[in-house]
Every structure is written in C-alpha cells, then in structure tokens.
C-alpha cells in the first residue's frame, strides 16, 4: 500500500499538487522554528560548558574531569538535538503520505493510512533510541582510553550526557509547548469560535501554524524529552554500579544498564510487526486496539529480553551497600523484577491513561454528557477526571519504587526507571503517531479531497489523541523514578567518596532540607504559572492579527484571497522563542 505508484494514482495531479505545497509550508515552518531554537540552545550550551568547567574544575574531579564531564554534557546536548530534528523530519514527510493512503477508496484507505502513520512513528522511535544508546555506548569507549579501570571517575563525568539531554529537552518541551497550543488556541479561537469555521479551513490563516505546531512540540519537543529521561536514568544506574567493587570490575555488569536498553530495542523491534503485518487496522474499530496492543506484546517481549540479560550479564550474587551502610547481598534475578516492575508499571500508566483520554470508555462519555449542562460544568468535571486519573498511576510507582528499594537500593529504583523506559521506541512510535495523522486531517481539509477521506483521517486522529497521551504518561512516570535515581546516584558517590566509612544521613526535618523541600515544591507552580502565561500571550497576539486578517481582507471568507499564513508562523515562532527564556533560566 505504500508504494508511490499506488498513493499517487487516485489523486487528481492538481490536488497532488495542492498536497505537496501544504507538505512544503508545514515542513519549512517547523524547519525554520527549530533552527531559530537551536540558536538559542547553541548559547545555553556554551554557557553551560562554561559553568561545568568553572564548577567542577577547582574540586577533586580535577580539570581533566570537567573537561571530560563538559564534553559529555556537548554530547548529549547534541544527541537530543538531533533526535528532536530526526523526530520532526519523519513527521513532516509522513503527514502527506498518510493523508495520500487514507484517500484509497474503501477500507484499504484505513489500512495505508495507519500503516503509513505507524511506520512513520517507528522510524522515529528506534532512530532516537538506537541513538541516543549508540552515542552513550561511543563515549563511554573513548572515556575508557583515559581512564582505564577508574569506573568511578570515568561514570562521574559520564553522567553529564543525561544533563546535556535533559537540558535540551526542557527548551524542546517548553519552546515547542509553546509554539503549539499558542496557535491551537488561536487558530481554533478565531476559527471555529468566531467565523464559524471547520477546524483546519484553508481560510483559517492560523491552519498551517497549527499543523507545525504538531511537529515541533509534540513530536520533536517529546522525543527530546524521552531521550533526556532515557540518558538520566541510564547514567544514574551507572553511576551507582561504578561505586559497586562487584560491578565495577567486570565490563559486562557495568554494561547492564545499556543491555537493557537494547534488549527492549529487539522487542519493539519484533511487536511492530504485529501492527505493520500480522493484524494492521482495517477499520475505525481496529485502530486503537492495535496501537494498545503494541503496549502489550512489547512488554511481554521485553520481560523475557530483559531476564536473559539479567541472568547472562550479572554474577548470580553481588554485594551492595544501603545508604546507612549496611551491606546486603543481591541476586541477578533480583535486578530482573526490579527492571519489571518499571516496566509493567509503565504498561499500568499507560493503560490507565488509555482509560480516561479514550472516548471507547465512560470517563470521555461522562465528559462529553457534562457538555450539555455548559462550559462551567464540562471544566469542573475534567478537572475532577484529571486528578481522578493520577491515582494508579501514582500507586503503581510508589510500589515500583518501594519494591525496587528493598531489592536492590537506589541501584533498583535506576532499574525501575530504566524499565519504563526499555519500550521507549514503542512508546515514542504511537505517541508520533497522533501528530502525523493530525497533520494528515489537516492537509486533507485544505486540500479538500472530500468528507470521506477526512473521516478516515478524523478516525485515525482520534486514536491518536490517545496514544499521545500514553506517551505523556510514560514520560511523567519515567521521570518520577529518573529523579529519585538521581538523587539515589548523587548521595551514592558523596557516599562512596568517604570509602563507605560514614553513613549518609538526610533529615527533612532539618530546618535547612525543609526549606529546600518547600522551595522545591514551589518550583513546578512557578514554572507552570510561567509557561501558561506565555502561552496566553502568545495565543492572544495570535488571535489578533487572525482576527485583523479577516477584518481587513474579507474575501478571505470567500475564497478569493489566501491568507497570510506565514505571518501567523512568525508570531508563534517569535512569541514562543521569546517567552521560553523565563521557564528555561528558572530550571
């Protein structure tokens, strides 16, 4: 279904042309949106190198450690650059293709239309993950011609990779959050609201705005997201391995948490074909099914990945200490239910999630019967739903996490992260997905192929509003265990500096911890408070020149002057980059 030949010849060349200029606008906006970010990211990176280098030089890490130690932050700062623009590119030639299959007459424009979507999001789900575990795996190599047996000292510096990524994810995240529901908002606003349009109207100047914004947010902005949590957790593990003399003298163990990464690369590997070969959707009911299913099957297959490597790299026992000192005895199998609980409690969360975004089960249904009452009552019901939702999945991380503590330490709660995450291509596959078929709805609208395309195209949208939200709880769940691993890692080497002669003890109630505990708390309403107000700004300097657009040039109504859509991009663009500053300097 996918040959060229065969998306091409049922389209009129005229509207194959239309199709191909709408590919060309969206893929340039989000083009020159990013290249506009990265600049700004090429100036954090550089100041970035520039406080490691200050701060780590004058201690026991030495010079040589903060150069090492700036060089992987580089390192993953440009990983995550590039998994971003891989991410974005693969979206940005699917979306044509996708809305090409969905216009095959009859139920084969379902199967190439999700097919098409699905391998678009497998393309970009295993080329940031095999990535970013290649670029790790590379560095930690050349770090070893230096530092040879010093595992300590060569994982110390190697964990600035995951601080590069993270920091680039959180400009890709917030820059693109931005950019995104800035002109959603807007265009919808102005759009549906005020001239009574269909969503994505040719005549809508913020159309094109809105379909970039897909691209560069919750495309590229997610899969720099991903990969920062897949980077911390993994060199959180191997930091605490690397104080362990067990661990730390054969190359295998201090391997593992990379193996279990790979490991769950060749189990998403295999579970795609379930989607692309043995059972693709075929109809509007199939398609999410198969996207859960996907979930699924890769766990299972994982589980069983995960515990041949567990039982091959690891010696059947090793000791490792707890934080107050004591010396406990681990078993291999030990570290293998920690990496599974991580990894079912991910398929937990997004399960859960799939419950209450899916409009398949009575938490949508019950939202939408609220509508009737009015706005103020469809609000306070989806808050109410939205605090309801966090419940299990809060639970299944609490027992993931207490589960892993008592097996293996801190060691197991960078386990349990990593278990999450060892279906990342998975999980970044479906959540591409979503903004690919939008994006084909969209170009479909515009280019008017009709209501029977766009229906399809609509179907295959909505299961993608859903996978999109999988994928978000797969990050925020991942992160949840990525920052106690962290902190884990962090208080094992200020630990394993003193050679295990004295316990490491934190008191909350201590007046100093307490007044960081309430800061920190405080610090994500800050930053919330801050990215909402930007998006309101951004949004409402949108609406505005939408809204002037129609007022001036009224033929725009009818169909006689194209918009000005280029200047709806500007102000995303330039809003978005301005108002990223604030959030970014708060973290």
Known sequence: YMGRRRLLSHIPR?????????QVRISDGATAFLFAEYRYMVLFCIGMTAVILLLIGPTSAGWVGAVFSAVAFLLGAVTSIIAGWIGMRIAVFTNARTTLGAAITGPSG???????????????GFALTALGLLNLFIG???????????????FGCIAAYGLGGSSIAMFGRVGGGIFTKAADVGADLVGKVVQGIPEDDPRNPGVIADCIGDNVGDIAGMGADLFGSFAEST????????????????????????????????????????????????SK???????????????????GAVLAVSLLALPSSFQMYFMNGSQYEVKNWYCFIA??????????????????????WPPVKELANSCTTGAATNVIYGLALGYKS??????????????????????????GALGILSTMSVALTIDAYGPISDNAGGIAEMAALGSNVRSITDDLDA??????????????????????????????????????????????????????????????????????????????????????????????????RDPDYDECVRIATDASLKEMIAPGMLV
């Open 463 to 560: 299961a993608g509003n859903t996978t999109a939200a999988i994928g978000k709880g797969y990050a925020i769940g991942s992160a949840a265990l990525v920052s106690l691993a962290l902190y884990g890692a962090f208080l094992t080497r200020a630990y394993a500096q003193d050679n295990f002669g004295h316990p490491v003890h934190v008191n909350i109630i201590d007046p100093r911890t307490f007044f960081g505990l309430l800061i920190g708390a405080m610090l994500p309403y800050w930053f919330s408070a801050l990215t909402m107000k930007s998006v309101g700004i951004a949004a409402m300097e949108m609406v505005n020149n939408i809204k002037s657009q129609f007022e001036t040039h009224p033929e725009i109504m009818d169909g006689k």
């Open 140 to 154: 930690i190599i050349l770090f070893k011609l230096y530092f040879e047996s010093d595992t300590v000292g060569l």
């Open 14 to 22: 005229e509207k194959r042309d239309v199709i191909h200029k709408l």
């Open 235 to 282: 060199c959180a593990a191997l930091v605490i391995a690397s104080t362990d003399p067990a661990l730390a003298s054969s190359w295998a163990c201090m391997m593992y948490p990379l193996l279990i990464t790979a490991s769950g690369i060749v189990a998403c590997v295999l579970s795609t074909f379930v989607a692309t070969h043995i059972s693709p959707a075929k």
């Open 285 to 303: 009911e199939d398609i999410e099914p198969t996207l859960k299913t996907q979930l699924l099957v890769s766990s299972v297959l994982a589980t």
């Open 390 to 415: 966090a419940i299990v999945p809060s639970i299944a991380l609490a027992v993931t996490i207490w589960v892993d503590y008592n097996l293996c330490g801190v060691f197991g709660v960078a386990l």
């Open 339 to 360: 990496v599974a609980a991580g990894l079912w409690s991910g398929l937990a969360i997004g399960y859960i999630t799939e419950y209450y975004t899916s409009n398949a």
């Open 110 to 124: 379902y199967v190439a239309g999700f097919t098409c979507a699905f391998r678009g999001g497998i393309v970009m």
